[in-house]
């Protein structure tokens, strides 16, 4: 029937994960594909996820002290040269404009990959004196990569982020900025997202270009592989350096300030698709869920039973996202619909309920039903939609405490990483060559080394020589 | 002192408005000058009043059952060229994007001036049956427009707006749509930013590229100037044609639907500027001031000044959008600084107002001062930012009755548009000959035909023809 045909029309994650991926953003009406090749249209209910995450987060930098901003798309060649590390990094990557109507440009503009530059250049006209820092900056726009091989939210041509950008007297308060953004970040993730995520400090060889050290939050996805989330750079004084921002300190000698950025962006759509959909389509934690609860009447041709139904809605209205399908759909069609949609309840609402003053609450994170009197409905609405975040990140944990392995040998990662997917944990001597061979022999890059340590063992997996860090290895978008 | 200096800092309005315009915009620290030459970085204080903007007209959006979206920011040349006159109205100031990377890309890309072509695109895909209209779309984002000549928020490369994009099933339902969100624009210009608008259609000649009708909110400025501060737009089924947007109807035929756009952009953050400002600087209407009432405290230093202060602004937080400033700057100067950013209110609270149990509120707008019992101020600031609003809002009003005139012959118009900044009323053939002799000889255009028309006189104004439209005509910016 109508919902054997639209279950049956997604790809099971078992049989192609990447084709279950692809299949879940276009049957639940994320995205669209757009004409410029590796750009993307997020439709209605994608971008509501979207303004979803952009208004907790908001609220979260603005609490830490944040002001909004909004800076050019346009970087012009000669600004993104002047820190060495960073135009090596991103000028690859760059789409360049080159005309303005008819007449070519004097020099060419690249549009923004990342805004580093622009904020020096506007901190260098602002700041003067120690009365003027810190800056604590942030902007939501879209940025442009050219990248070559893309797939929606996880890597897009053009993408939605937000930049932070802050600057600060001293090395100290910078770092403390650094760590306490991507403090937010994980809370955020762990909090609204339902995924557990690791922190900890990207390798030299993975670190942002032009910083001084970049941290990370890790999450992994449903097939074992891992999905960077969020990052928190420090800069040291180094941008500062290029683009000559000096300011007067307290006791009026000429200083160089300290600075930070850090990013999200809508690639955590993607992250949040493959922690938590299954085969039925998306699962949405209930916090971005753009609509959290669905009431669906069932034999709504019997007298009542819409009246009834949207009385309810009325009241859920009130305590969470709702919304009821009157539509002439088959009731089987619509739980489908919905489960494709992710959203987190179902209420389910017949004749015989109506009776006994009751509904079915399904959740869509386990299937779990429930009956609940209709006089309870404004507590445990809520309970339950708690219960669906705990319920998706005590099974992301679960999936990740699973596929985390210790390897201690060489021939224990390069089996791990052939056949288990997952993170592997294992010591490493800091040396860049034993980072590169183990993505040579084993097809693993670092995602991070974690804030919490282990001493596996005192070995380098690599070279043998005293290890200096346990790192987490794995296969990662 | 400190405030002497501060307000002699900007230009009078008298001397020179454009200078006090510009003035204005740096010294309230709304802007700051990108590298880009016609680009512009938005402050804080600047972006939270387009934040404050968007958050309002986003839920009149909602309320009116529009979903938000997100297109690319790049437009494929051939793309842009399927509609002809939307394509002659805008790739003569367009940005190409022609490499990325270090490739020159195979066909070149521009950034939006605007996103029909990108909706119809999107809409062909996704539009098949009657039962997939009406789709009612809107999205905020930035866009560019390569000009000769810029001015901050007025005429810039980049600028932030949002373009609302809809589709139905038949032109009277999309006609409805245009006239619906053109009231919504002039209701939130008049409500909240206290700005009158007259609303009426364009002339052919100033239509939008590829329109059939555009409907527009005009607003006079302080210098008697015209500011366009909205625009819908009617596109009959013309861009679905040229884009091959058809769907089934309800008899099951094929059949074209019809199209609206409408949008609004930074612009009202320059026709706030130059609709309320005072030679003090900036006068914001209270429901787009992100500091709607600011405490200072007076002699700060005697026993008990600052906790009250604090104490008053901690009860004031919950009732507006407040802030105190306990720095050391002396009274005159803070006075004079939050003029400066318009803050609608002042709070001044020293030693004899606390024995007295009172305070004094001070209005931007009219320099009132009122005494007020401190056990009232919950309910007598909100009172006195609706004034404010009102006050600014009679004040707008009675500019524009004061400058707007009536001619009933070419020498009248002539003299009046020489000498008398304003709109200037007067009765017209609709032949577009006269209208570019109107321009030619007196260096008026057409601001709008509006829906409240008047008879002035039964000849056209330039040929002497029979009348069809009173006009509002006059000078803009």
Known sequence: MAKEKLVKAITSMEEDFAKWYTDVVIKAELIDYASVKGCMIIRPYGWAIWENIQRIMDGMFKETGHENVSMPMFIPESLLQKEKDHVEGFAPEVAWVTHGGAEKLEEKLCVRPTSETLFCDHYKNIIHSWRDLPKLYNQWCSVVRWEKTTRPFLRSREFHWQEGHTIHATAEEAQTETIRMLNVYAEFAEKYLAMPVIKGVKTEKERFAGAVDTYTIEAMMHDGKALQSGTSHFFGDGFAKAFGIQFTDKENKQATPFQTSWGVSTRLIGAIIMTHGDDNGLVLPPAIAPIQLVVIPIASHKEGVTEKATEVYERLKKVCRAKIDTTDNSPGWKFAEYEMKGVPLRLELGPRDIENNQCVLVRRDNGEKVVVSLDELETKVPEMLDA??????????????????????????????DNKPGFIKAMWCEDRACEEALKEKAGVSSRCMPFEQEQLTDKCICCGRPAKKMVYWGKAY
């Open 388 to 417: 669906v975040r705990d319920g998706l990140f005590n099974k992301a944990l679960a999936n990740r405490t699973e596929k985390t392995y210790v390897a201690t040998t060489m021939e224990e990662m390069i089996d791990i990483a």
